[in-house]
C-alpha cells in the first residue's frame, strides 16, 4: 500500500507521517476540482488562508461601506 506525500504550505517541507499533516483549506482550480492544501500539525495556524492582496483590497471597501453609512 502506497502512501501519499503532501507539502506542508507553511513551510514547503514534506510531510511523510500521514498522522502529521491536516488538511487547511481547499482551492478551487479553473478548470477541474481544484486541490487540497496540507501542512504539518504544528504549522496549520501558520497557514495565510487569505491572500494578503485581496485583504486589503476589502478591507479598503469595508471601510468606504461603513463612512458611507
Known amino acids: 500500500m502506497s502512501r501519499a506525500l503532501h507539502v506542508c504550505r507553511a513551510c514547503d517541507g514534506l510531510s511523510t507521517d ?6 487547511v483549506m481547499h482551492e478551487l482550480g479553473n478548470s477541474g476540482p481544484g486541490w487540497t492544501v496540507w501542512a504539518h500539525r504544528e504549522h496549520a495556524d501558520d497557514v495565510e488562508l487569505i491572500d494578503p492582496v485581496l485583504l486589503q483590497i476589502m ?11
Open 18 to 23: 500521514p498522522a502529521d499533516g491536516v488538511i
Open 59 to 69: 478591507t479598503r471597501i469595508w471601510v468606504a461601506q461603513a463612512a458611507a453609512q
